[in-house]
């Protein structure tokens, strides 16, 4: 089955650092750019990120840029997001995202999103 | 970054309507441009891409038009399962940006 599924949420204080996974399986995930986004409680939909399909290529919101690193490992066929500097307004679920059909930058793959809740 | 004025925010609407919602850019994106369709605790599905393509499996009765700035997604007969959240998307350039979003509500 082609899947996306985030792990690594949970709650965390102000300026402290969490680990996002995302684990896919039923695709050659190393051929793929692969892309989080994120939505705070009730709110839209915001991009955070992208890396392309080697890992040696990203880029980034500025709202999360000098705090936020992406990564890829293939080997593994796993996405991370290393967050560190949390703020309260970083509270949001997190969905891993790609694009199976296509070489651009929409997505029909999501994964189910893990949240993660930045408060003292 | 490219700015989305996506409207209405709020849309209420009748089992077997036709709703129409607008997404406008700050800039022409040319057809680039994705529709997603979010039920409350899901991730988003995508609707539309290149501004009017169905995706695979989606129905009939959604449909997108507009290229350059002006963009719109109809859904021709609402029907029970079409209540929920809708967002526009463009890909011409990064920061990929989203619409701000529009919940079709039960009249």
């Known amino acids: 089955e082609v899947q996306l599924v985030e792990s690594g949420g949970g709650l965390v204080q102000p300026g402290g650092s969490l680990r996002l996974s995302c684990a896919a399986s039923g695709f050659t995930f190393s051929s793929y750019w692969m892309h989080w986004v994120r939505q705070a409680p009730g709110k839209g939909l915001v991009w955070v990120s992208r890396?392309?399909?080697?890992?040696?290529?990203?880029s980034y919101a500025d709202s999360v840029k000098g705090r936020f690193t992406i990564s890829r490992d293939n080997a593994k066929n796993t996405l991370y997001l290393q967050m560190n500097s949390l703020r309260a307004e970083d509270t949001a679920v997190y969905y891993c995202a790609t694009i199976l059909t296509g070489f651009l930058w929409y997505f029909d793959l999501w994964g189910r999103g893990t949240l993660v809740t930045v408060s003292s | 970054a490219i700015w989305m004025t996506q409207s209405p925010s709020l849309l209420s609407a009748s089992t077997g309507d036709r709703v129409t919602i607008s997404c406008r850019m700050s800039?022409?994106?040319?057809?680039?441009l994705a529709w997603y369709q979010q039920k409350p605790g899901k991730a988003p599905e995508l609707l539309i891409y290149a501004a009017s393509t169905l995706q695979s499996g989606v129905p009939s009765r959604f449909s997108g038009s507009g290229s350059g700035t002006d963009f719109t997604l109809t859904i021709s007969c609402l029907q029970s399962e079409d209540f929920a959240t809708y967002y526009c998307?463009?890909?011409?350039?990064?920061?990929?940006?989203f619409g701000q979003g529009t919940k079709v509500e039960i009249k």
């Open positions: 998307q463009q890909y011409y350039s990064f920061p990929l940006t």
């Open positions: 800039q022409g994106i040319s057809s680039y």
């Open positions: 890396i392309n399909s080697d890992g040696s290529s990203t």
